[in-house]
């Protein structure tokens, strides 16, 4: 009888660290997947953005999203949660990437510009 109390006590005290742990790594009650997906889509606005500043370059002005694709500057991989856009002018570029997925706590815009300032909301 003590064995079984002893382990259930083990087992509880397991599982309060390993939520206490997790609530650390997924804040505001994200899912690892969500969070995991998110990390994919700034580095993929990061990507979108050197593409943006290499056109800026050779070009004297920023590219649309669909110009970096059609020259092969940029190859996104689909993501199933987020969709991208590019707003671009001669001097100005925002990449925004839109999330459609079903986890209320992700973020629902991640904006990336000229400055290389990434905000979410």
Same mark, same amino acid.
């Given at each position: 009888?003590? *064995?079984?109390?002893?382990?259930?006590? !083990? !087992?509880?005290?397991?599982?309060?660290? #390993?939520?206490?742990?997790?609530? @650390?790594?997924?804040?505001?009650?994200?899912?690892? @997947?969500?969070?995991?997906?998110?990390? *994919?889509? =700034? +580095?993929?606005?990061?990507?979108?953005? $050197?593409?943006?500043? =290499? #056109?800026?370059?050779? $070009?004297? @002005? #920023?590219?649309?999203?669909?110009?970096? =694709? +059609? +020259? *092969?500057?940029?190859?996104?991989?689909?993501?199933?949660?987020?969709? #991208?856009?590019?707003?671009? $002018?001669?001097? /100005?570029?925002?990449?925004?990437?839109?999330?459609? *997925?079903?986890?209320? /706590?992700?973020? @629902? =815009?991640?904006?990336?510009?000229?400055?290389?300032?990434?905000?979410? $909301?």
């Amino acid at each position: 009888m003590f *064995g079984l109390v002893g382990i259930l006590i !083990v !087992v509880a005290a397991g599982s309060y660290v #390993y939520m206490s742990q997790l609530e @650390k790594i997924t804040p505001d009650g994200t899912t690892p @997947k969500t969070m995991i997906s998110a990390t *994919g889509v =700034r +580095n993929d606005l990061l990507a979108i953005a $050197n593409a943006e500043r =290499r #056109y800026s370059v050779t $070009n004297a @002005k #920023y590219a649309s999203f669909d110009e970096l =694709r +059609n +020259n *092969g500057d940029i190859q996104v991989p689909a993501r199933a949660d987020y969709t #991208y856009s590019a707003d671009a $002018n001669d001097s /100005h570029f925002t990449i925004t990437a839109t999330y459609t *997925g079903s986890d209320p /706590h992700a973020p @629902k =815009r991640i904006t990336l510009d000229d400055t290389m300032t990434i905000t979410s $909301n």
